[in-house]
């Protein structure tokens, strides 16, 4: 098995590193054209990174996969795909003799993405038509649809760049609102419906926080708050306001991000989903910015005995950011201690095994974000030992994500290490100022960019 990048620059004729050079330049060019981002004009692979790629021995990385992309206007994750090997040409062959009559086909794996849009798409018209016919009143099957659908999306979020869901989020809560406006829903349907525009509005909060733009987020969360109300619906009021909280911490308002916390304690007082714990943890987050150690640790202590007593219900059935599972709280746990500025050797050994709680990407509860946090944080607590290489090694993987997984917290996260770089005495070290430089470049391209 080989991955059909390969196997696509065998077909084209691509195989001689000048040849496919040159194809990878105009792909690069055309596409700093087209998405107006002259920085990508200058996208270049060298002989041995081609190699490695061809071989299958590394993934491309960052701005390289977009350009792929619209090279071969195949999704990133096609291309890295495995497909069977069997009749491609051989990578020795010049580029002057002629191709095989018979053209090199990808094995029929290749087309099942093709193929798991179509039958996607007609799903969907098939529920349209569904819908439809229930036009009188809001029968079972629109229901449980709307109930799989945000189900489907909330267990994503965390997984998926925000461009291949945010449709489906914008035109789900649409419908949600609308159903709730035709007066066609029974009594009883209410309160399901009011929570799951509640859970939508959170999402789209959240999309708005990570599309750096905290003023619609805030407004998406109160509609999520008011939804959350009228559903009676404890759990998921607590969630909001907890959603609140982050909102502020990564808009500079940790005062706000206190506030908001403490108030979701309350009202989740009789909770005993992870939300209590998430809560906690966010509690002290904002008390670590505001340099309150004493409440950093009451607050941690806090979220640890309340793990003791937690049981799932059903916002954690749902998954991605709705459940606070206990890798998230040791990420949580290291970052409030990193951020009141000081470390040893212990919160080095902490943050490391925080990082190893996201190494299995297959977890359910893995989520690109808060690893990339965890990364960012082992970075910090290194630097404060004046390990240099070592913090350059934990942040490296989060400034070669890709474009459309650099979200609004991600980003604040790698300036946080740029400005450690600043200070103490790395600062002016050669190795400290060219990665200040790497994370500068990352964090002035554009984010969340949309796959192509």
């Known amino acids: 098995m080989v991955m059909l990048l390969r196997v696509l620059i065998d077909q084209e004729g691509w195989n001689h590193y000048t040849t496919f050079r040159r194809h990878f ?18 996208v270049d692979c060298s002989e041995s990174t081609y190699e490695r ?33 069997s009749g491609r040409h051989t990578r020795q062959q010049p580029e002057s003799v002629s191709a095989p009559d018979t053209p090199l086909r990808a094995d029929p794996a290749a087309d099942l993405h093709m193929m798991g849009r179509q039958a996607a798409m007609a799903a969907r018209r098939a529920m349209e038509f569904a819908m439809g016919a229930e036009n009188n009143q809001i ?10 659908e945000v189900s489907r999306l909330a267990g994503l979020y965390t997984r998926v760049p925000l461009g291949t869901i945010l449709d489906d989020l914008t035109d789900l809560q649409d419908r949600t609102f609308r159903l709730l406006e035709s007066g066609r829903a029974k009594p009883a349907q209410h309160r399901d419906l009011y ?8 999402m789209l909060a959240k999309a708005s926080h990570d599309l750096r733009d905290p003023r619609s987020a805030m407004m998406q969360a109160r509609t999520a708050a008011v ?7 404890t759990a998921m009021s607590a969630w909001v306001l907890g959603l609140q909280s982050l909102i502020s911490y990564w808009a500079n308002r940790p005062d706000d991000a206190l506030h908001y916390a403490r108030k979701g304690s309350v009202v989740g007082a009789d909770v005993f989903g ?3 714990v998430w809560l906690a943890s966010l509690e002290a987050h904002a008390a670590g910015v505001l340099g309150d150690a004493a409440t950093v640790d009451t607050a941690t202590h806090r979220a640890t005995a309340l793990r003791e007593r937690t049981t799932h219900d059903d916002l954690d059935a749902l998954g991605g950011n709705f459940t606070f599972p206990t890798i998230r709280q040791d990420y949580y746990t290291v970052e409030a201690r990193v951020l009141l500025g000081q470390g040893d050797a212990e919160l080095a050994r902490s943050a490391e ?10 977890d359910p509860n893995w989520a690109f974000g808060d690893e990339a946090g965890a990364q960012t944080n082992l970075a910090l607590a290194r630097l404060y030992l004046g390990d240099l290489d070592g913090a350059a ?6 400034l070669d994500l890709p474009a459309a997984q650099r979200n609004a917290p991600i980003i604040s996260s790698v300036e946080r290490v740029r400005v450690s770089l600043t200070r103490g005495p790395v600062r002016d070290a050669v190795a400290a100022r060219e990665l200040r430089e790497e994370i500068t470049a990352f964090a002035s391209r554009p984010a969340l960019a949309l796959p192509r």
């Open 25 to 42: 330049r105009q792909a690069a060019k055309e596409l700093a054209t087209e998405v107006q981002e002259p920085s990508l004009a200058s």
């Open 139 to 148: 029968g079972p099957e629109t229901l449980a649809f709307l109930q799989d």
């Open 195 to 202: 929570l799951l525009a509640a859970v939508l509005s959170s």
């Open 53 to 85: 790629w061809y071989d299958g021995r590394s993934r491309p990385q960052t701005d390289a996969r977009q350009v792929l992309e619209h090279q071969f206007r195949r999704p990133i994750t096609e291309l890295l795909s495995e497909v069977s090997d």
């Open 393 to 398: 090694e934990a942040v490296h993987p989060v």
């Open 274 to 276: 992870s939300v209590g």
């Open 227 to 233: 939804c959350a109300e009228q559903a009676d619906h």
């Open 353 to 362: 095994n925080a990082v190893r709680g996201f190494a299995n990407h297959d």
